[in-house]
């Protein structure tokens, strides 16, 4: 089955420290991964994607095939990273499998 | 550029009452299009998703139904509503073919008394 897993609801940092967002994922194909984030009053938008191999307002993600793991990181942490991110996977169909998301904190 | 209009964004509505939550999509043609929930502490759960015109998979069993009565357009519809049927539903839609990204819309949040 395929199944996207968020393990901290909330992480907290404080500004300028390093950030890691965990996701581990369950399918048994070659999935697409995405990272996703909601900022405050804003919609969900696509953050960045394993495929694009790119760094986006300083968060990378490296998929980890043996550990089938994307993590989110990002080695300095902004007061305007404070977000809610979610981890996604694509299979071999066009429908995306959402991860319960982490609430992102990061205090001055 | 594409965009994707959602609304309304609040509603509150009675149990018992019918529903109807429009979506559309500009800029684009044929799109595949998806209504989620968004629950706290559940995170996005895919209720429908369309590949075309009249053409609707349904995720999970449901009080709710989905349809698509012109390409850009997708309707989420109830004919009587639950309690259980509060929370905040977010349209999206995404290019054909394998792994696009989908885009989502600003939601509505649906209360039901």
Avoid at chain 2, 62 to 90: E, H, M, T, V, W
Wanted: aromatic residues 12%; hydrophobic residues 35%.
């Amino acid at each position: 089955a395929q199944r996207v897993t968020q393990p901290e609801k909330l992480l907290s940092v404080f500004k300028g420290a390093p950030v890691e967002l965990k996701c581990n994922y369950s399918y048994s194909g070659s999935p697409e991964l995405f990272w996703y984030v909601q900022y405050s009053r804003q919609r969900l938008q696509l953050l960045l994607r394993h495929i694009s191999r790119e760094s986006i307002k300083g968060f990378t993600a490296d998929l980890n095939k043996g550990e089938t793991s994307f993590h989110l990181k990002k080695p300095f942490a902004q007061e305007e990273d404070s977000a809610m991110y979610y981890c996604a996977l694509m299979g071999n169909t066009d429908k995306l499998i959402f991860g319960t998301g982490t609430r992102l904190q990061v205090f001055p | 550029s594409q965009t994707i209009h959602q609304w309304p964004a609040t509603l509150v509505q009675p149990v018992g009452s019918p529903l109807s939550l429009e979506c559309t999509v500009e800029g684009t043609s044929n799109p595949n299009l998806y209504w989620y929930r968004q629950a706290a502490g559940r995170g996005l759960q895919l209720l429908f998703y369309s590949v075309g015109i009249g053409q609707i998979s349904s995720e999970v069993p449901q009080n709710l139904s989905a349809s698509r009565p012109q390409d850009r357009q997708f309707i989420l519809s109830s004919k009587k509503l639950l309690l259980s049927d509060s929370g905040f539903y977010l349209c999206a839609w995404s290019r054909r073919g394998g792994n696009q990204p989908q885009h989502f819309g600003d939601g509505t949040r649906l209360s039901i008394l």
